[in-house]
């Protein structure tokens, strides 16, 4: 059962084939088939992920016009990408189903010569449906509302925890079932079962369990002895 929550990836990606969302109100609304590097199945991932571009963006985002490949770091929030109600047009490849995720880019950050094999990193928030303590494994429904389809979708996780990662080494958390959790972790693969429905494996690398919080007060904060500040030449504000 889904709970209301977020999905947010951030990686490096390789954005391909931009094309508006409408192209009688020009560029800047675009949307992109996204490539991370993670097996869905026996092929790479994809995502349909759309990006409005500020506006003084525009003459720096020409080069995702000009060229068909282009490497870029993103933060992006997704959701699975559902099997119908995708107009025909936004979609390159032969079927909906040859997209894992839909979902809206917050940021997108260009580079070059970057590690473009890393595994992207998903941050996601919701409550968990099931948990294996034995396998070390639980599982979260987060649903959120995405743009193109303008409508709530889930995103079903399966996490899991590495026995043997030093980091767990003195205590393996397990939510239990209905625990509101924020986890991040390494999206290692992707399985789809017969009707190609997708499950998104993670590798736990943090969570923390929601709730009322204590809040320090302000004048209880030490202050550092020293600062180590990159000087910038400007600011935008």
């Not at 923390?208 to 400007?234: C, E, M």
Request: hydrophobic share 40%; proline share 7%; glycine share 6%.
């Amino acid at each position: 059962m889904s709970s209301p929550g977020h999905v947010f990836v951030t990686g490096v990606v390789i954005l391909a084939d931009a094309r508006p969302v409408d192209p009688q109100r020009g560029n800047r609304n675009v949307v992109f088939d996204v490539n991370f590097p993670v097996k869905d199945g026996k092929k790479r991932t994809l995502g349909l992920l759309r990006y409005f571009t500020p506006e003084e963006r525009v003459g720096e985002m020409q080069k995702v016009w000009d060229n068909p490949f282009t490497e870029a770091f993103i933060i992006a929030r997704i959701t699975t990408m559902p099997q119908t109600g995708i107009p025909s047009e936004l979609i390159a490849e032969e079927d909906a189903a040859d997209y894992a995720f839909i979902g809206d880019i917050a940021e997108i950050i260009f580079t070059e010569g970057a590690n473009i094999h890393r595994l992207p990193y998903i941050m996601a928030t919701g409550a968990t449906t099931a948990y294996d303590s034995v396998n070390l494994t639980f599982s979260m429904v987060p649903s959120q509302y995405i743009n193109i389809p303008r409508t709530v979708l889930e995103f079903p996780i399966s996490c899991f925890i590495d026995a043997e990662s030093k980091k767990w080494k003195n205590k393996k958390p397990m939510p239990t079932t209905g625990s509101t959790i924020s986890i991040g972790g390494f999206l290692t693969k992707i399985k789809r079962d017969a009707d190609r429905q997708p499950t998104f494996e993670i590798e736990l690398d943090n969570i923390a369990y929601l709730g009322r919080q204590s809040v320090t007060s302000a004048g209880n904060i030490a202050s550092p002895g020293h600062h180590f500040a990159w000087q910038y030449d400007s600011f935008p504000f």
